[in-house]
């Protein structure tokens, strides 16, 4: 659904032809605040000439000393002659008929764009060509009009009228035709129609731009100049979240823009410059967008149609096993059921599994995995979750305590950044000056630690559990700015040599 032409150089771009409708909701929407500020100055207009409070004595106000009706209904025993003093000013009935005329026109042009826009298809969207151009043409020549004379109509008048102090002379006011109800709503919709009309100069200012970057050295303006100031703008962004959001001890220090986002800068202004032909619309990104979703939920409405299957076929092999189960001889207990026999099976810590869905090693559908669950019952899964339960402090501590520790018992400097016994340090002498007892780990032992962070480095600690009679390699998550980005660059490294190595399979094993 491309962009409507109205004219060689002027489009509706980034609105497509169907995509109007968000703008005719978005001028509605302003129209309707006008429409709030424009009904109740009518009513305040058409009160007051009821009631005569618009009447000029001799041509002032109700707000001059000189206005001498004392009453609004004083002047029904004037005499002939004095009624010729009386005028009725014309300026807010002319303000106030303009004002409607507009908002009755432009809401039946947006009536009538919201319709047209809807005429043809995504395959052939033409068809509301013919009707659109001359909408939006008939807009910009004919009911602008009608901003533009109210907006000056409107800023004369209140010059006027403050020059001779509203028509007054020199004699202070009896009180502020500016401070009335009616003049604030004046005053009101004067700044809507003003802030509509800053559309010409918006589209002046982008044609006059771009006629000038056009004749301005073409090398400044492309794709590898462009990448370098974006990746400029971006790195000093995200060194200021550094300097503000990180602790300088634990990162924040290394981000200083030295090539970490150029491929990225490159390839998005490589997509994105003003020589790319994209006729990309508001309309297209929602349509592409809604067609991703629709494709997503195909694919997991089958994947679980699969997972049901297989987990029905896996229900049924499960009590197929269960009818074979044969009564055990021996020591058997006379009388017991199957049913016992199966729930014995059970207590023996037989392991149970579940079926999930993942997507596949290309990412294009949803495959079924089968995985074990950690029972209570398994007495592996017991000492797993034991293991798990007792390490983990040492994924937490890493984060912090490890190095508070070694700068208030083991005598590491602020500035330093690894802490490493000396080599002539016995196991006697570690036990006694580096035992992690000050934080709760009573039995533990901190024998390296790198409190390193940075692009190509990340912290980490080497600890001796004497409980377990382990070593224990604790290594610092995401917590700076610098793991960010590392987090964002990160390659998988396949693990078939390390297999090789080490004895096991690294074909399709990834670190």
């Not at 009536?111 to 005429?119: E, G, K, N, R, T």
């Not at 083991?410 to 340090?425: M, V």
Request: net charge neutral; glycine share 6%.
């Amino acid at each position: 659904m491309p962009a409507l032409t109205i004219f060689r150089t002027f489009t509706t771009r980034p609105f497509a032809g169907d995509d109007l409708q968000l703008i005719c909701f978005v001028l509605g929407t302003y129209r309707l605040i006008q429409l709030f500020c424009l009904i109740p100055l009518a009513v305040i207009t058409l009160v007051n000439r009821f009631k005569g409070n618009d009447l000029l004595y001799n041509g002032y106000g109700r707000w001059c000393p000189q206005y001498e009706l004392l009453s609004d209904n004083e002047f029904i025993s004037l005499s002939y002659e004095d009624r010729q003093k009386l005028t009725r000013p014309s300026s807010q009935y002319v303000f106030t008929m303009l004002a409607a005329i507009f908002m009755v026109v432009d809401i039946a042009w947006m009536f009538a764009v919201w319709s047209a826009a809807s005429v043809g298809t995504p395959t052939q969207p033409k068809g509301r060509d013919k009707i659109l151009r001359p909408l939006i043409i008939f807009k910009m020549f004919v009911i602008n009009f009608f901003p533009v004379a109210l907006v000056v109509y409107g800023i004369i008048k209140t010059y006027n009228s403050r020059a001779n102090n509203y028509g007054c002379g020199n004699v202070p006011l009896l009180y502020d035709p500016d401070a009335t109800p009616a003049f604030v709503l004046f005053s009101i919709l004067l700044v809507t129609y003003a802030l509509e009309l800053l559309v010409f100069p918006t589209i002046a200012t982008n044609k006059i731009v771009k006629f000038t970057r056009g004749h301005i050295a073409s090398e400044r303006y492309s794709t590898q100049k462009r990448g370098e100031r974006l990746e400029m703008c971006l790195g000093g962004l995200m060194k200021c979240f550094s300097v503000l959001l990180n602790n300088p001890n634990l990162g924040g220090k290394e981000l200083k823009n030295k090539g970490e986002l150029k491929d990225f800068a490159s390839n998005l202004m490589g997509f994105a410059n003003n020589d790319t032909k994209l006729d990309i619309v508001l309309s297209d990104m929602y349509i592409g967008a809604k067609m991703l979703a629709r494709v997503q939920a195909e694919r997991r409405l089958l994947a679980i149609q699969r997972l049901q299957q297989t987990s029905n076929q896996k229900k049924t092999e499960r009590e197929d096993k269960d009818n074979i189960v044969e009564a055990p001889t021996g020591d058997a207990i006379e009388g017991a059921t199957k049913k016992d026999y199966r729930n014995t099976l059970k207590k023996d810590g037989k392991r149970r599994s579940v079926l999930t869905l993942q997507t596949s090693e290309q990412g294009k559908e949803y495959v079924v995995v089968e995985k074990d669950v950690l029972s209570s019952d398994n007495k592996n899964d017991v000492d797993v979750l034991k293991e798990v339960a007792h390490y983990s402090i040492y994924a937490e501590y890493v984060y912090w305590h490890f190095r508070l520790v070694a700068i208030e018992h083991f005598a590491l400097g602020k500035e330093e950044t690894r802490f490493l016994p000396s080599s002539d340090t016995t196991w006697d002498l570690i036990r006694e000056k580096f035992s992690l007892t000050s934080i709760g780990l009573d039995e533990s032992l901190l024998v390296y630690a790198s409190f390193h962070s940075g692009l190509a480095s990340t912290p980490y600690a080497v600890i001796v559990d004497e409980v377990k009679e382990t070593v224990v390699i604790a290594i610092r998550g995401t917590i700076s700015m610098e793991d960010w980005v590392i987090d964002l660059q990160y390659v998988p490294s396949p693990l078939d040599k390390v297999g090789d190595i080490c004895g096991f399979d690294g074909k399709g094993r990834l670190c």
